[in-house]
């Protein structure tokens, strides 16, 4: 019997067929290198090991969804489709989901962020700015409902003449930092306030992530007034905690 002959792509796509069905979608654990960012946010970067290495691509859908950035040399465990690229021929991971090994994804997200700011200068001591001595006007960003800013109100009555304009925001969940982000600057820009104070009751990493966002740390470093931070309890350390004024 006389082998049948494929065209290109026909074989292609029938060996993408038998992968597919044959290993549908796999985990694979390994090292990132040469990761690159292509303009439409789409990612590609090999997976490797001591025994070999594999070429990876994560559409910009599921990359948008990490927490955390690609970087060399990152240890990960992804969860992926084989396929053979056809217009090179060569075998690709076409990863849907990367999880760093080792450590967390949201302590991962803090310790890249944290790195990147403090290299900037953001934590800096020298670009800390001092409480006015007797502030006459505080501006309140938090949330409107629970302790938190029952605690704060009750506190701040030992000083009847200071006034307190307090801008409500969400202080959790999706779109938070943004409107954290937003307060500060409207606040800060007022001309209404002499120092800012933003608060929040204590929680988990994940309770507290709104302050751990880049928008979040950039409008504190870029306030013209101090701001002061009372985000979660004692233990607690947000990247919000690092770029403030005062904690």
């Known amino acids: 019997m006389s082998a049948r002959t494929w065209g290109v792509g026909e074989l292609i796509r029938e060996i993408n067929a038998q992968l597919s069905g044959g290993f549908g979608e796999v985990w694979v654990r390994g090292e990132l290198s040469g990761v690159k960012v292509a303009t439409s946010g789409h990612r590609y970067f090999q997976i490797k090991d001591g025994d070999g290495t594999l070429a990876c691509a994560m559409w910009a859908r599921n990359a948008e969804r990490l927490r955390f950035k690609l970087q060399d040399g990152l240890a990960?465990?992804?969860r992926a489709t084989l396929e053979?690229?056809?217009q090179r021929g060569s075998l690709s991971?076409?990863?849907q989901?990367?999880?760093p090994e080792g450590?967390?994804?949201l302590q991962l997200a803090f310790e890249q962020l944290k790195a990147k700011l403090e290299a900037e200068g953001f934590f800096a001591a020298e670009r800390k700015r001092p409480l006015p001595a007797l502030p006459l006007r505080l501006g309140l960003v938090t949330s409107p409902t629970g302790a938190a800013v029952r605690d704060v109100l009750k506190i701040l009555?030992?000083?009847?003449?200071?006034f307190v304009l307090l801008y409500p925001v969400r202080v959790q969940g999706r779109g938070a930092e943004g409107e954290i982000a937003r307060a500060i600057r409207y606040l800060g820009a007022s001309?209404?306030?002499d120092v800012l104070?933003?608060?929040r009751g204590g929680g988990s990493l994940e309770d507290l992530w709104s302050f751990n966002e880049e928008m979040v740390a950039r409008a504190i470093a870029a306030s013209p007034i101090p701001v002061i931070s009372g985000v979660g309890h004692e233990i607690d350390f947000t990247i919000a905690d690092f770029v403030v004024d005062v904690r």
């Open 84 to 86: 053979i690229y056809p």
């Open 191 to 193: 001309g209404r306030c």
């Open 157 to 162: 009555t030992r000083w009847p003449q200071l």
């Open 76 to 78: 990960v465990l992804i």
């Open 103 to 105: 450590i967390g994804e």
């Open 97 to 99: 989901e990367m999880v």
């Open 197 to 199: 104070l933003v608060v």
């Open 93 to 95: 991971l076409i990863v």
